[in-house]
């Protein structure tokens, strides 16, 4: 109890400090992403629920809810910033907790409070946390009966599969050949020592739009280590 105590003073003082130091909310968001996004899918089902409830209720306020005036004149700088942050990994953070917890009623309530926010949410960027990830893929193994699933490179595209075509207009080279990788918002072509990032139409690109080009042959060092951090991103 005495544990419940301080975390829940610890919520209360995560809450006042959205307005008075949102820099150090930001910071305590981030950590308490990392801690969340750590846990096992229904890790917390045994957790006590006043404790769990204040942390959800704390989540979802910072979540859904519009910046507060004071931050409001300051959209276009550090401020408005900040306060996108804000929501975005109070976003995060929901869902990791949902899922850590395992409670279809408060699931379908953070779900429902995030799809109906504020227009002010429409242009975040919210994390994808892992344990998320791990729960989509733990629910494909149980559907699918094993743990690989299996993939278009290897298998083809289904048949009701819907995708999307276009072209791209890039100089011509002895080898077609080329690597493709996403982040879910843009796309990376590296092809003869070049790396392309295009606009994939998601997340306010524009498809089809080459945002940057990089050789690898002709760039500084601090360049070059860009192509090297492509290497956590997952292979179309």
Not at 36 to 61: C, K, N, Y
Not at 203 to 208: C, I, M, P, S
Request: charged share 15%; hydrophobic share 40%.
């Amino acid at each position: 109890r005495i544990v419940g105590v301080g975390l829940c003073g610890v919520f209360e003082l995560i809450r006042e400090s959205r307005s008075a130091q949102p820099a150090f909310c930001l910071a305590v968001l981030r950590a308490l992403l990392d801690v969340l996004q750590g846990q096992q899918p229904e890790g917390f089902r045994s957790e006590p629920p006043e404790v769990v409830d204040r942390m959800f209720d704390l989540l979802l306020d910072i979540a859904a809810s519009p910046p507060p005036s004071g931050d409001r004149p300051q959209t276009s700088g550090l401020g408005g910033q900040v306060s996108s942050q804000l929501t975005s990994y109070a976003c995060a953070c929901l869902l990791s907790l949902v899922v850590a917890r395992g409670d279809t009623s408060k699931t379908l309530c953070a779900l429902a409070s995030l799809l109906m926010s504020p227009k002010s949410l429409v242009a975040e960027e919210i994390p994808m946390p892992s344990i998320l990830i791990a729960l989509q893929k733990s629910v494909q193994a149980v559907l699918l009966g094993k743990t690989q699933r299996p993939d278009w490179l290897t298998h083809g595209i289904p048949k009701t599969a819907r995708c999307g075509v276009f072209q791209l207009q890039l100089p011509k080279t002895s080898s077609g050949q080329c690597s493709v990788a996403s982040d879910g918002k843009y796309l990376y072509l590296f092809r003869q020592g070049t790396l392309h990032k295009l606009g994939s139409g998601f997340g306010g690109t524009v498809k089809n739009g080459c945002f940057n080009s990089l050789t690898a042959t002709r760039q500084p060092d601090s360049k070059i280590r860009w192509l090297y951090g492509l290497s956590s991103l997952p292979l179309l």
